[in-house]
């Protein structure tokens, strides 16, 4: 695991946004998994400025992203704040703004009305795009990776899962509150890709900032790789795993610290 520790978001996400041009520009039919919430936002701007100034052609990458809220479907002709589909979010924060074809985007369909044969085929389409190069991750504030709670088997597949309260509530505060929706009609459940399925991308780079997530990144990079902190996993991953982290995500990290590229 390599671990890179940032002044801050805005160093953290042109860095990301680097390592993902890179990908892209080595190897323009990349596959990439992309990941929602409010991390990854600065490095998908990053990206669209690139894009903007001609540096980036997206025209033959794919994309996979980690999850969608079960029982709700984009709706383009609500007003953004209203539609909390990561679909929505997807179109609005990147999608919109770059030359992706719209027939390589994939999301898991929250209302698919058999979300297991739907997981399947989901995992059928990554294979059939040849796995993914380079997977986008955020971290929940509960250890959380894609939607995969704690508790989630560090084998487990694409499937639907249960929210855990403090996702509900985060999410809520994040994202719902300030649209004026009510916590009742948060989404209880989600389809995630599956800790397993996260495993077998080629390459990971996890984005973590902020002192609320201090805490956890310390257990999820310097603990026990365990169920309860699903993050942990990606101590396991084969291939190649960056994290990067603002200073204040960083803060209570002790002994890998001696191990962390300082970039400023
Ligand atoms: C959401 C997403 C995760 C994301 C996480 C962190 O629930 N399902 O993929 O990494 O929460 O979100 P944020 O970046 O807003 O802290």
Same mark, same amino acid.
């Given at each position: 695991?390599?671990?890179?520790?940032?002044?801050?978001?805005?160093?953290?996400?042109?860095?990301?946004?680097?390592?993902?041009?890179?990908?892209?520009?080595?190897?323009?039919?990349?596959?990439?998994?992309l990941?929602t919430g409010? %991390?990854?936002?600065?490095? @998908?701007?990053?990206?669209? !400025?690139?894009?903007?100034? $001609?540096?980036?052609?997206?025209? =033959?990458?794919?994309?996979?992203n980690l999850d969608e809220y079960c029982g709700i479907a984009m709706d383009l002709s609500k007003p953004y704040q209203q539609d909390q589909t990561y679909a929505r979010f997807m179109h609005e924060e990147l999608f919109k703004?770059?030359?992706?074809?719209?027939?390589?985007i994939h999301i898991p369909r929250g209302l698919a009305?058999?979300?297991?044969?739907?997981?399947?085929?989901?995992?059928?389409?990554?294979?059939?795009?040849?796995?993914?190069?380079?997977?986008?991750?955020?971290?929940?504030?509960?250890?959380?990776?894609?939607f995969?709670?704690?508790?989630?088997?560090?084998?487990?597949?694409?499937?639907?899962?249960?929210l855990?309260?403090? %996702?509900?509530?985060?999410n @809520?505060?994040?994202f719902y !509150?300030?649209a004026?929706i $009510?916590?009742?009609h948060m989404p =209880?459940s989600a389809i995630t890709?599956?800790?397993?399925?996260?495993?077998?991308?080629?390459?990971?780079?996890?984005?973590?900032?902020?002192?609320?997530?201090?805490?956890?990144?310390?257990?999820?990079?310097?603990?026990?790789?365990?169920?309860?902190?699903?993050?942990?996993?990606?101590?396991?991953?084969?291939?190649?795993?960056?994290?990067?982290?603002?200073?204040?995500?960083?803060?209570?990290?002790?002994?890998?610290?001696?191990?962390?590229?300082?970039?400023?």
């Amino acid at each position: 695991m390599e671990l890179i520790i940032e002044k801050n978001y805005a160093y953290m996400s042109r860095k990301a946004a680097k390592i993902i041009a890179g990908e892209v520009k080595r190897n323009p039919g990349c596959v990439l998994g992309l990941a929602t919430g409010s %991390t990854p936002l600065g490095t @998908y701007r990053q990206l669209i !400025k690139e894009y903007e100034k $001609g540096m980036l052609d997206f025209s =033959q990458v794919q994309t996979f992203n980690l999850d969608e809220y079960c029982g709700i479907a984009m709706d383009l002709s609500k007003p953004y704040q209203q539609d909390q589909t990561y679909a929505r979010f997807m179109h609005e924060e990147l999608f919109k703004h770059i030359n992706l074809a719209p027939e390589h985007i994939h999301i898991p369909r929250g209302l698919a009305e058999d979300a297991e044969q739907h997981s399947i085929g989901y995992e059928q389409a990554i294979k059939d795009a040849g796995g993914i190069d380079l997977q986008l991750l955020g971290l929940g504030g509960n250890g959380h990776l894609a939607f995969n709670e704690p508790g989630s088997s560090l084998a487990s597949r694409t499937r639907r899962i249960s929210l855990a309260q403090k %996702t509900i509530d985060d999410n @809520y505060e994040k994202f719902y !509150k300030n649209a004026g929706i $009510g916590k009742e009609h948060m989404p =209880q459940s989600a389809i995630t890709m599956g800790i397993g399925t996260i495993l077998e991308t080629q390459k990971a780079l996890m984005l973590v900032s902020g002192k609320s997530k201090a805490a956890i990144v310390k257990e999820a990079v310097e603990g026990c790789i365990t169920a309860r902190v699903p993050a942990s996993a990606l101590q396991l991953h084969p291939g190649r795993v960056t994290v990067i982290l603002d200073q204040e995500a960083a803060s209570q990290l002790t002994w890998s610290l001696d191990l962390a590229k300082q970039s400023n």
